[in-house]
């Protein structure tokens, strides 16, 4: 990415990254579908409802993930293949040993965190069940996501597609025999998804441990190196943790919304699943722009870098705001793609109307976090991220439970912290490395600064990714 048209690099990485990150969604989506169709509201609230739970402990793995990949491709711009190789082998163990405590936690942590959450009684039984198998198998989704972010680090984000794209039409098919032919109702869904999900993280390793490439996994080097873990953490953790007491928080934010019932729960939770396929493309953008400046910033091509920048913003303030008016529009018809109830369907229209239009203002502190990751600036975007989505939103909510429990007032609880997130999240990038140097300045090394050897300047470092996939938006 360090020569040739920047918005050639910013979309061929992002149209392949939107396409898997829809199809990635698709898992819980259509697990969803299937059961607010054919097992019932309550169910539909159930697996709708428990995206707070699961993002709690996914994000902080996810981190790591996060953290490697932008070590990984400041490695990959500067030719430091040997520090890359010591990056890599370092992601891989300590993605297993993160596997095996993310099932336990997982599965202790689940009764106890839907009590917090207030979940009702006719929903906490499917609930239970769903996070259950759901944390059983997750390990397949932290070796995927660990497989995607070494390749997308690289410049390759069509294979993690290709082998995604596959599963999630697995799960598509897993879903509908599981709960209409067999009967097994939330526990089929959730059995469809962790299966799936196995045999995209088997793919993507079995992709990464052939041929000799930089990146190849060979699995007698595997070893932890002290240096790159310390880099990996400094630059990836901040967000994960981030990322984590976010979706803690959410679930406070959740225990508001379930105050109204479990058919406001329903309309939420169809809302929700409609509600990601908004935040994919500026996501995706934001992913190629920490890649972009990662392997600009390790250059030493600061002038790119920033023009990476505006060109993803422009972008992405462009194609959320058509799809905003799109799913204004189709409000209706959209959400009952997932259940028939006149109740569910006004819930859900009420939180997109009242949502839709402020996620033009997500797109700034999306891009401008994943830019500030791209020089290694975890921190920044990290404090300002916890102070917006949970210490500011927490306290709106707070206040609103003071003055009555509003509807509208809790509806807007998300879109408030987006725009106090987008206001710090600018003047923090207006005043980062990237505007206050130039191309063939030196660069002081920065506290999360990745140096990387050779003739290029210091430097240093996504979602879903999000969750997946390293994002860093707050649902």
């Given at each position: 990415?360090?020569?040739?048209?920047?918005?050639?690099?910013?979309?061929?990485?992002?149209?392949?990254?939107?396409?898997?990150?829809?199809?990635?969604?698709?898992?819980?989506?259509?697990?969803?579908?299937?059961?607010?169709?054919?097992?019932?509201?309550?169910?539909?609230?159930?697996?709708?409802?428990?995206?707070?739970?699961?993002?709690?402990?996914?994000?902080?793995?996810?981190?790591?993930?996060?953290?490697?990949?932008?070590?990984?491709?400041?490695?990959?711009?500067?030719?430091?293949?040997?520090?890359?190789?010591?990056?890599?082998?370092?992601?891989?163990?300590?993605?297993?040993?993160?596997?095996?405590?993310?099932?336990?936690?997982?599965?202790?942590?689940?009764?106890?965190?839907?009590?917090?959450?207030?979940?009702?009684?006719?929903?906490?039984?499917?609930?239970?069940?769903?996070?259950?198998?759901?944390?059983?198998?997750?390990?397949?989704?932290?070796?995927?996501?660990?497989?995607?972010?070494?390749?997308?680090?690289?410049?390759?984000?069509?294979?993690?597609?290709?082998?995604?794209?596959?599963?999630?039409?697995?799960?598509?098919?897993?879903?509908?025999?599981?709960?209409?032919?067999?009967?097994?109702?939330?526990?089929?869904?959730?059995?469809?998804?962790?299966?799936?999900?196995?045999?995209?993280?088997?793919?993507?390793?079995?992709?990464?441990?052939?041929?000799?490439?930089?990146?190849?996994?060979?699995?007698?080097?595997?070893?932890?190196?002290?240096?790159?873990?310390?880099?990996?953490?400094?630059?990836?953790?901040?967000?994960?943790?981030?990322?984590?007491?976010?979706?803690?928080?959410?679930?406070?934010?959740?225990?508001?919304?379930?105050?109204?019932?479990?058919?406001?729960?329903?309309?939420?939770?169809?809302?929700?699943?409609?509600?990601?396929?908004?935040?994919?493309?500026?996501?995706?953008i934001a992913m190629a722009s920490t890649t972009f400046v990662g392997q600009n910033y390790g250059a030493g091509k600061l002038d790119r870098?920033?023009?990476?920048?505006?060109?993803?913003?422009?972008?992405?303030?462009?194609?959320?705001?058509?799809?905003?008016?799109?799913?204004?529009?189709?409000r209706v018809p959209l959400l009952k793609l997932f259940n028939d109830d006149p109740e569910v369907i006004d819930y859900g229209a009420k939180?997109?109307?009242l949502i839709s239009p402020f996620y033009i203002v997500t797109s700034i502190n999306q891009i401008y976090a994943g830019a500030l990751r791209?020089?290694?600036?975890?921190?920044?975007?990290?404090?300002?991220?916890?102070?917006?989505?949970?210490?500011?939103?927490?306290?709106?909510?707070?206040?609103?439970?003071?003055?009555?429990?509003?509807?509208?007032?809790?509806?807007?609880?998300?879109?408030?912290?987006?725009?106090?997130?987008?206001?710090?999240?600018?003047?923090?990038?207006?005043?980062?490395?990237?505007?206050?140097?130039?191309?063939?300045?030196?660069?002081?090394?920065?506290?999360?600064?990745?140096?990387?050897?050779?003739?290029?300047?210091?430097?240093?470092?996504?979602?879903?990714?999000?969750?997946?996939?390293?994002?860093?938006?707050?649902?």
């Amino acid at each position: 990415m360090t020569e040739g048209p920047i918005w050639r690099h910013i979309m061929e990485f992002s149209i392949p990254t939107v396409i898997g990150l829809i199809f990635q969604q698709l898992y819980n989506t259509v697990d969803t579908l299937v059961v607010g169709k054919f097992v019932g509201k309550e169910a539909l609230a159930a697996v709708g409802s428990t995206g707070s739970i699961v993002n709690m402990l996914v994000a902080l793995c996810a981190g790591i993930s996060l953290g490697a990949g932008v070590v990984i491709s400041q490695h990959y711009g500067a030719k430091d293949y040997e520090r890359l190789r010591r990056a890599l082998h370092t992601t891989v163990v300590v993605t297993a040993v993160l596997s095996v405590l993310a099932t336990v936690a997982g599965i202790v942590l689940t009764k106890p965190m839907l009590r917090l959450m207030s979940t009702p009684k006719d929903v906490f039984g499917q609930a239970n069940t769903y996070l259950t198998i759901y944390f059983a198998g997750i390990s397949g989704l932290l070796i995927y996501n660990m497989g995607s972010g070494v390749l997308r680090a690289v410049g390759n984000s069509r294979l993690p597609l290709y082998f995604l794209c596959l599963c999630a039409m697995l799960n598509v098919v897993l879903d509908l025999v599981f709960v209409i032919a067999f009967g097994w109702g939330v526990a089929g869904v959730a059995y469809a998804t962790i299966l799936s999900q196995f045999i995209s993280a088997g793919l993507e390793i079995f992709v990464l441990s052939r041929g000799d490439k930089p990146y190849t996994i060979k699995w007698h080097h595997l070893r932890v190196s002290v240096e790159e873990l310390k880099q990996i953490v400094r630059i990836g953790m901040p967000s994960g943790v981030q990322q984590a007491i976010t979706s803690f928080s959410n679930v406070f934010v959740q225990s508001y919304i379930n105050y109204f019932g479990t058919a406001c729960m329903a309309g939420w939770s169809s809302y929700s699943k409609l509600d990601v396929f908004l935040l994919i493309p500026m996501q995706s953008i934001a992913m190629a722009s920490t890649t972009f400046v990662g392997q600009n910033y390790g250059a030493g091509k600061l002038d790119r870098a920033r023009e990476g920048v505006k060109r993803s913003l422009t972008f992405s303030v462009i194609i959320t705001a058509a799809l905003c008016v799109v799913m204004v529009l189709l409000r209706v018809p959209l959400l009952k793609l997932f259940n028939d109830d006149p109740e569910v369907i006004d819930y859900g229209a009420k939180f997109i109307a009242l949502i839709s239009p402020f996620y033009i203002v997500t797109s700034i502190n999306q891009i401008y976090a994943g830019a500030l990751r791209g020089v290694g600036s975890s921190r920044i975007p990290t404090a300002i991220m916890l102070f917006s989505f949970v210490i500011f939103r927490q306290a709106y909510l707070f206040v609103n439970r003071l003055l009555g429990h509003y509807f509208v007032l809790t509806a807007l609880a998300y879109p408030v912290g987006w725009v106090v997130c987008s206001i710090l999240m600018t003047i923090a990038y207006r005043r980062s490395v990237l505007i206050k140097h130039t191309s063939g300045h030196h660069i002081p090394r920065h506290a999360d600064a990745l140096a990387v050897a050779g003739s290029h300047t210091d430097d240093d470092s996504g979602s879903d990714t999000s969750a997946k996939a390293g994002l860093t938006a707050d649902e």
